[in-house]
């Protein structure tokens, strides 16, 4: 049984990570929301509450917590609450970092800082 769900989108709309070349074609669309028809802000909370819905069809019972663009504290508090709220069950921790840089070689994905000024492994 999955318990808690933990979304965090790292997506950081309008901004390409540094590490990336984009590609003509290339996808537009995240979870059928695409990002330059809306603001950035408006566009990443549409995006996290169209991925919130897709999962709820699958987990309707789970208890689900959306984070957007987090910084680092913001990612491990998530983590914290959801693993003391799931106790012994499943927690599914989903993440999206398009907007940030690829994960490193140990396997490390990348967060904000507070200030959203640098990317930090987590």
Same mark, same amino acid.
């Given at each position: $049984?999955?318990?808690?769900? !933990? ?10 990570? #540094? /590490?990336?070349? $984009?590609?003509? #074609?290339? &996808?537009?669309? %995240?979870?059928?929301? /695409?990002? &330059?028809?809306?603001?950035?802000? $408006?566009?990443? %909370? !549409?995006?996290? =509450?169209?991925?919130?819905?897709? +999962? ?6 789970? @208890? +689900? @917590?959306?984070? *957007? /663009?987090?910084?680092? /504290?913001?990612? @491990? =508090? ?10 012994? %069950?499943?927690? *599914? ?8 840089? =690829? #994960?490193?070689?140990?396997? %490390?994905?990348?967060?904000?800082? @507070?200030?959203?000024?640098? +990317?930090?492994?987590?």
């Amino acid at each position: $049984k999955t318990a808690a769900v !933990a979304l965090v989108l790292c997506l950081n709309i309008g901004v390409d990570p #540094p /590490d990336t070349m $984009k590609v003509s #074609p290339c &996808a537009h669309l %995240e979870c059928w929301v /695409d990002p &330059a028809s809306l603001q950035p802000q $408006k566009a990443l %909370e !549409a995006i996290g =509450k169209s991925l919130q819905a897709q +999962y709820e069809r699958w987990q309707p019972r789970a @208890k +689900y @917590k959306l984070s *957007l /663009d987090p910084p680092l /504290d913001e990612v @491990k =508090k998530l983590c914290t609450s959801c693993r003391r709220f799931a106790r012994q %069950e499943r927690v *599914l921790f989903h993440y999206n970092g398009h907007g940030v840089p =690829k #994960p490193t070689v140990n396997g %490390e994905v990348w967060v904000f800082n @507070k200030s959203y000024t640098q +990317y930090i492994p987590q």
